[in-house]
């Protein structure tokens, strides 16, 4: 079994819908990120659960709201989208967020297309 | 602020050597990590230096040079495989870690 998976692969969305993206960890890890991919452009960090609880918000718009309820389950809900918010998703997880060795697992990614 | 520099592109033959180099500016350092990217796929772990010098593992080896920021991935006889874009990421010292843009190797027959 993969050690990250992300759900679902592919997502378009309209500006007014409400959709989810679910990601799941099957490593043990207590820390779990989600990252947003642009073309030519460095990972962007967004969110960071470490022990279920949120330690990192990098100034995300609210039209994503992050949920974890438990160390392997990590959700981004998506309302209100822009089309500039068309990237690839991914989550990662670790085994904490603490110390310098970091190591992170990513999942595949969700393609997310804003029209 | 933190910055990581990378080449964008770079194209190689199949059995060449090929060296992707990264400089980096960061509030601390405690690691050094590069990952590997096929296309539509998950970032891939490849090797993590924290120290000076050179790692080895099998056909590539990454080097760490604290004082002058620098650090390269050497990736020996090419493989079609390996084309990919390769990610240079440094942990700071809230250990945070800063990502590059990624260097998007091209392999020729």
């Known amino acids: 079994e993969t050690g990250v998976t992300q759900t679902p692969r592919h997502l378009v969305m309209g500006m007014t819908n409400k959709k989810s993206l679910k990601c799941e960890q099957h490593l043990g890890h207590n820390a779990m990120y989600w990252y947003k991919q642009s073309a030519k452009k460095p990972l962007e960090l967004m969110f960071v659960?470490?022990?279920?609880?949120?330690?990192e918000n990098n100034s995300v718009p609210s039209r994503f709201s992050p949920e974890c309820p438990n160390s392997s389950h990590l959700f981004l809900h998506l309302h209100t989208l822009q089309p500039e918010d068309s990237a690839l998703y991914l989550c990662a997880s670790s085994q904490e967020h603490t110390g310098p060795y970091n190591e992170q697992f990513f999942g595949p990614g969700t393609r997310l297309t804003v029209l | 602020g933190q910055n990581i520099d990378q080449p964008t592109e770079m194209t190689a033959t199949e059995g060449a050597i090929v060296q992707i180099n990264c400089t980096y500016q960061?509030?601390?350092?405690?690691?050094l990590f590069w990952y590997q990217q096929h296309a539509g796929e998950a970032p891939t772990f490849l090797s993590y230096?924290?120290l000076d010098g050179l790692e080895e593992k099998g056909r590539f080896s990454s080097f760490l040079s604290r004082s002058k920021g620098y650090s390269y991935l050497l990736l020996k006889e090419l493989q079609m495989k390996d084309s990919a874009s390769y990610l240079c990421a440094v942990t700071d010292s809230n250990y945070q870690l800063i990502w590059g843009a990624g260097t998007k190797l091209i392999i020729k027959p």
């Open positions: 230096n924290v």
């Open positions: 960061t509030s601390g350092f405690n690691g």
């Open positions: 659960y470490n022990f279920k609880e949120q330690t």
